[in-house]
């Protein structure tokens, strides 16, 4: 069974940066994902990318936020700069192997002065 785990998550004031990773279990091939839930809100894509790294971006992040993959470490990585308290969520990996679905359990970010 395929797993991710994310990581990187944390407490960070607005205008700062973090770097999540999230690690799969196994080699995965196309693409994978980041998305995020904010607190009484529908989770949404954030970012992708194929495994040629082929990205797409959700329009709130453009420009702020950049994914990241390494094929050979089965990471992929989403670097967040000039954070806004609107980015505070948890943020979730995802794959599909096959057809099934495959989400990691998350990671908190919360961005406040």
């Known amino acids: 069974q395929v797993q991710l785990v994310e990581s990187g998550g944390g407490l960070v004031q607005p205008g700062g940066s973090l770097r999540l990773s999230c690690e799969a279990s196994?080699?995965?091939?196309?693409?994978m994902s980041w998305y995020r839930q904010a607190p009484g809100k529908q989770r949404e894509l954030v970012a992708d990318i194929t495994t040629g790294g082929t990205t797409g971006y959700a329009d709130s992040v453009k420009g702020r936020f950049a994914i990241s993959r390494h094929n050979t470490k089965n990471m992929i990585y989403l670097h967040m700069s000039d954070l806004e308290p609107e980015d505070t969520a948890v943020y979730y990996c995802?794959?599909?192997?096959?057809?099934?679905?495959?989400w990691g359990r998350g990671t908190q970010v919360a961005v406040s002065s």
């Open positions: 196994t080699t995965i091939f196309g693409v």
């Open positions: 995802h794959a599909k192997v096959g057809v099934i679905p495959v």
